[in-house]
Structures are given as structure tokens and as C-alpha cells.
């Protein structure tokens, strides 16, 4: 039972932040199709200044396991 405790107490703070991630990525994502542009995020100075490091694959647009990296740099 110790071990479940511990386990939960560990996770909860990351399943809040991944939560406040998603609500985060969903009031950025504008046209809604699932990917971040540099005209999204432009009001955002820190992560437009960033972009391009965090994406990752090149695509020009973040996706969410992207901007999740971006979050917990």
C-alpha cells in the first residue's frame, strides 16, 4: 500500500501540470488542428524566441509532445 501511496503523490503534480499543458496548447492552437505555428505563438515572446529549438522534426509547427519539451525545459 506504501508504494501506491508514493506512487500517486509522484504523479499527481505531473498529471496537473500535463493537464495545465494541454489547456495551455489548446488556447494557443487558434484553427485547431493540433499543432502550434509561429503565428500562434507570436504573442508568446519566450516561445516564439524558441521555436525553432523545439521543434524538433522541422515541420514548422510544434506538436504537442513539443511543446510539452518546451514546458519542461
Known amino acids: 500500500m506504501m508504494k501506491a501511496i ?5 504523479l499527481f ?8 499543458g494541454n ?6 492552437d487558434k484553427d485547431g488542428n ?3 505555428s509561429p ?3 507570436a504573442t508568446e515572446t519566450a516561445l516564439s ?3 525553432e529549438k ?8 510544434l506538436s504537442r509532445t ?3 519539451a518546451y514546458l519542461n525545459q
Do not use: H, R, W
Not at 503534480?13 to 495545465?20: K, V
Not at 489547456?23 to 494557443?28: G, M, Q, T
Open 54 to 61: 523545439y521543434d524538433s522534426n522541422g515541420d514548422g509547427q
Open 49 to 51: 524566441a524558441a521555436f
Open 66 to 68: 513539443e511543446f510539452a
Open 13 to 20: 503534480p505531473a498529471a496537473l501540470a500535463l493537464a495545465d
Open 6 to 10: 508514493t506512487l500517486i503523490t509522484l
Open 39 to 41: 503565428a500562434e505563438v
Open 34 to 36: 493540433g499543432a502550434l
Open 23 to 28: 489547456k495551455i496548447f489548446d488556447a494557443l
